[in-house]
């Protein structure tokens, strides 16, 4: 039986161990990674394919007659034909619940730096206008207090949970939105989505990308939030239209925004939100979940899936 590691470096394989995922097949092919011209020559004659981001279409199935099972080194399974694999008899299978510590802990990295700016006044400091200062601080930039604020969270999976545990911590209500899914009937304790939007002081993004959630955060969706609030994405870039969201800033309607993913990954550089014009702003590159405990879970994720599969109880099965 063979299998195919298709973007082994998007894991960063340097600090983790691959004992238990070699050992799960008698033949691997791990390749640092792989462009679409080359999918379907890799994936040919393997039984198993893992692969993070490498995207796997009807094509590339059919021209793998022995492919049995695609195991995505992720929760998101976007990069895969769910459709095709479905009528080929192809088990698809994600990694979920690796990331809820890491993400959590990013999450409030860039909330606490949009509540406190320390990022702003530690800048401030290294360009001497503290030493120049007339007084003990310096205290130009506003600070917001999150203990008391109300924190809304988009999406209540794991991930939400454990982001909305923290928020709790510090002092913050929270408030969960409706479904967003066509024909989920509401939960006792869970808002509709205008009302979170009308009440919350941060909103935090946790749903995944799909046709109900697709430029969620549009132009309506800002205008509704409540004036002065802040968002926060650590989910897919899709969940926002990105040309709105660089005007709310700009227009002020929102305090600020965070961002742990864009809509093309990596960007180009001149990218709408890539502009230093942009007030209290912050992107980071997607590396919410890169701390080396989140990654060796992920991959491990993967190896309890291959094994599920040999025993024929697969383990968090995606159907189309």
């Known amino acids: 039986m063979r299998g195919v ?9 340097q600090d983790l161990s691959l004992d238990d995922l070699q050992a799960s097949l008698p033949d691997w092919q ?22 993070n981001k490498v995207v796997i279409d009807r094509a590339a199935m059919h021209a793998c007659a022995d492919l049995k099972l695609i195991c995505v080194s992720a929760t998101g399974t976007n990069n895969v034909d769910l459709q095709a694999a479905t009528e080929r008899g192809i088990v698809v299978c994600n990694v979920r619940d690796y990331a809820a510590a890491s993400l959590a802990q990013h999450v409030f990295a860039l909330l606490l730096a949009l509540a406190t700016r320390w990022h702003q006044y530690a800048a401030d400091v290294q360009a001497g206008e503290w030493s120049r200062s007339p007084m003990f601080c310096l205290m130009h930039r506003p600070v917001m207090e999150l203990a008391g604020k109300t924190f809304g969270v988009i999406g209540y999976g794991v991930l939400g949970r454990e982001v909305a545990r923290l928020a709790q911590a510090f002092g913050m209500r929270v408030l969960v939105s409706d479904s967003l899914r066509p024909g989920v009937a509401s939960q006792p304790d869970r808002v509709p989505l205008a009302t979170l939007l009308r ?8 749903c995944p990308l799909d046709k109900a959630t697709a430029q969620l955060v549009n132009k309506d969706f800002l205008a509704a939030m409540k004036p002065g609030a802040v968002l926060i994405n650590t989910a897919r870039g899709g969940l926002v239209d990105e040309a709105a969201l660089k005007q709310a800033l ?12 864009l809509s093309v990954e990596p960007p180009p550089a ?20 890169v ?10 994720g993967v190896v309890a ?4 599969w040999k025993a024929g109880k697969p383990v968090n099965p995606v159907l189309a």
């Not at 792989?34 to 994936?43: G, K, L, Q, Y």
């Not at 009440?199 to 946790?206: A, F, G, R």
């Not at 001149?270 to 979940?289: K, V």
């Open 5 to 13: 590691v298709l973007d082994l470096d998007t894991l960063h394989p």
């Open 30 to 51: 791990l390749f640092a990674g792989t462009s679409p011209e080359d999918t379907a020559a890799r994936i040919a004659g393997c039984q198993v394919v893992v692969t």
């Open 199 to 206: 009440e919350s002081d941060v909103i935090s993004l946790h």
């Open 250 to 261: 700009l227009d002020g309607q929102l305090a600020g925004a965070a961002l742990d993913v």
């Open 270 to 289: 001149d990218h709408l939100l890539l502009d230093a014009a942009i007030p209290n702003l912050i992107i980071t590159p997607h590396n919410a979940w």
């Open 291 to 300: 701390s080396r405990e989140c990654r060796q879970r992920l991959l491990d």
């Open 305 to 308: 899936n291959i094994e599920g």
